[in-house]
């Protein structure tokens, strides 16, 4: 069985980038890795994706978002993170099922014992070995995400940076709050941090998680 590593974090809080630096790092060990992302990951959910996060789509009901973020999940889960892990190689995956307890159960207020349900029924048994949440202020998170999309001029998967920022605290606090309730697999790291420092706190802190687990076996 391989290693699960997810990123958490608010929007702009850097997850896509360190993610990127942290598979060159293990690239360079000589490690099999598998980015992936959600939603998306496959072609079906990159398709779901396309709908989750249309500004157009600001009518989207919670409830549906929830489903549709689950339904995503689960055929990412069947096409590409079981297989991956079944053939012993290192999955990183840019948001997982914490995602959707501080997005959908936090910041939309729906019930987290439903959304609990949802993410066992789309992700079986797979839970991640270690979660790198990248915490910062929810402002400037939303400021970096807002200046992000307006350097590349494409706002097509800015649903979310459209919320109010209220809705991002909640996000924060709901992270905050999970990653509190399991200490053994998250690992709490500061956004603020330059990409050069954050990345090699993320380096560092995953080998020595990888060492720790080719001890235990």
């Known amino acids: 069985m391989g290693i699960f590593i997810t ?57 549906a978002e929830l489903l549709l973020y689950a339904a995503a999940r689960a055929q990412h889960v069947n096409e590409v993170i079981a297989p991956a892990l079944d053939q012993g190689q290192l999955v990183l995956c840019d948001r997982y099922t914490d995602a959707t307890l501080a997005y959908q159960g936090n910041g939309r207020g729906l019930d987290r014992h439903l959304i609990e349900e949802l993410n066992t029924l789309a992700a079986g048994k ?54 509190k309730s399991e200490p053994d697999r998250f690992v709490l790291v500061d956004g603020s941090l330059s990409v050069d420092l954050l990345a090699a706190e993320i380096r560092q802190r995953t080998l020595e998680f990888l060492d720790r687990k080719m001890v235990s076996q």
């Open 126 to 179: 797979i839970v991640p070995d270690l979660t790198f949440l990248i915490d910062l202020p929810a402002e400037i998170g939303l400021a970096r995400a807002l200046s992000r999309e307006a350097a590349l001029q494409d706002s097509s998967e800015g649903r979310f940076e459209r919320e109010a920022l209220a809705f991002h605290h909640r996000v924060r606090e709901g992270y905050l709050a999970i990653a």
């Open 7 to 63: 990123f958490e974090g608010i929007e702009g809080s850097g997850k896509s980038t360190q993610i990127a630096l942290l598979r060159d790092a293990l690239l360079k060990q000589s490690c099999a890795v598998v980015q992936t992302r959600e939603p998306g990951g496959c072609a079906i959910a990159d398709q779901i994706r396309g709908i989750l996060l249309d500004p157009q789509n600001s009518a989207l009901n919670p409830t």
